[in-house]
């Protein structure tokens, strides 16, 4: 089912999502971004998918981060949800198009990656 990526990464992806009530999950595509410390991500919707009916799954390894979610302008207020090595966020249905964004990274060491974060989000492109 999942022809565009390991299946053991589909399936956790698709575990994750029915997890948090978004079942039927079949990511056909994975963004991975490193991030060295000092690296953010600013606030952003995602938007490059067809398809805004299949959840976001995002998977963090590595040194720790702080995930920032926020509403549905920009200038929403946002709420800090520290993330670590092993977590895995879902946001989908009403909650989508949400914007969000990664504080810059702390300095730090992590046995499974070094001195960085790596963040995979799955995706239905559509
Ligand atoms: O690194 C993260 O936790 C979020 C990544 C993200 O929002 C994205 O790649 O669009
Ligand atoms: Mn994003």
């Given amino acids: 089912p999942w022809p565009t990526m390991p299946r053991r990464f589909g399936e956790l992806a698709?575990?994750?999502?029915?997890?948090?009530?978004?079942?039927?999950?079949?990511?056909?595509?994975?963004?991975?971004?490193?991030?060295?410390p000092g690296a953010r991500l600013s606030l952003h919707q995602d938007r490059n998918e067809r398809d805004f009916s299949a959840p976001i799954v995002s998977v963090s390894l590595g040194l720790p981060a702080v995930f920032l979610f926020g509403g549905g302008r920009r200038s929403?207020?946002?709420?800090?949800?520290?993330?670590?090595?092993?977590?895995?966020?879902?946001?989908?249905?009403?909650?989508?198009l949400r914007?969000?964004?990664?504080?810059?990274?702390?300095?730090?060491?992590?046995?499974a990656t070094g001195n960085c974060r790596i963040n995979l989000t799955f995706r239905r492109a559509g």
């Fill in 14 to 36: 698709a575990r994750a999502a029915a997890q948090a009530g978004y079942s039927g999950f079949a990511p056909d595509a994975c963004l991975i971004n490193r991030y060295e």
């Fill in 76 to 96: 929403d207020p946002t709420t800090r949800v520290p993330l670590v090595h092993g977590d895995v966020a879902v946001w989908g249905g009403p909650s989508r």
């Fill in 99 to 111: 914007y969000h964004g990664v504080l810059a990274l702390k300095d730090g060491e992590h046995a």
